[in-house]
Each structure stands twice: as structure tokens, then as C-alpha cells.
């Protein structure tokens, strides 16, 4: 049975860091792209970013761009995000997503 379990979010101020973490069980997927999609309150689920199945090559949304860095260890089976200079306007549930796999989220609340 696949997993992806996503981890490291939590409560920071505004202007601070958080590292998410998720790491995929069940099956590998180094050969496949993998992403980061968010959900705030009362609003779609929107992209974050993406990785290719190497890590060569990233694509961001506009406003994770400079702040949000997406990576992966393919060895450990998981994907990372690492945001800064967060903003009130982050806050959201985060979920890793693959093929047709879902997380369960973490939450990001950041404060002002």
C-alpha cells in the first residue's frame, strides 16, 4: 500500500523557516516527478512547486519563487520543501503529491 506522509510544519512567526519533509512507502518513485501543492481556508488547493524524478530541473509558483526550495533524496524515498521568508499569506495545509498519490498535509500557520 502506497504512503506519503508529510511532516515539519508547524506554528512560526512571520519572516521565519520551515522544512516540510515526505516520504513516500509502498513503492519507490525516483523515476516520477513529485510535487508540492498547498490549501489555505476556504480556497483551492493551488500548486507550489515541482521536481523532476532527478532533481534537474524545478518549477515554482510565482509567489514560492526566491523563498520556497523544493528537493528530493531519492535514496531515503523523500521529498522536501524549504520555505523562507514566510508570510502570513503561507498559511495552508502542504501536500506532497505523486502519479495519483496524495498526502494526508501538514499544517503551516505563520503568524504576523
Known amino acids: 500500500q502506497v504512503q506519503l506522509v508529510e511532516s515539519g510544519g508547524g506554528l512560526v512567526q512571520a519572516g521565519g523557516s520551515l522544512r516540510l519533509s515526505c516520504t513516500a512507502s509502498?513503492?519507490?518513485?525516483?523515476?516520477?516527478?513529485m510535487g508540492w501543492f498547498r490549501q489555505a481556508p476556504g480556497k483551492e488547493r493551488e500548486f507550489v512547486a515541482t521536481?523532476?524524478?532527478?532533481?534537474?530541473?524545478?518549477d515554482y509558483a510565482d509567489y514560492a519563487k526566491g523563498r520556497f526550495t523544493i528537493s528530493r533524496d531519492n535514496a531515503k524515498n523523500t521529498l522536501y520543501l524549504e520555505m523562507n521568508s514566510l508570510k502570513p499569506e503561507d498559511t495552508a495545509v502542504y501536500y506532497c503529491?505523486?502519479?495519483?498519490?496524495w498526502g494526508q498535509g501538514t499544517q503551516v500557520t505563520v503568524s504576523s
Open positions: 503529491h505523486v502519479i495519483d498519490h
Open positions: 509502498g513503492r519507490t518513485f525516483s523515476s516520477y516527478d
Open positions: 521536481i523532476n524524478w532527478n532533481g534537474g530541473s524545478t
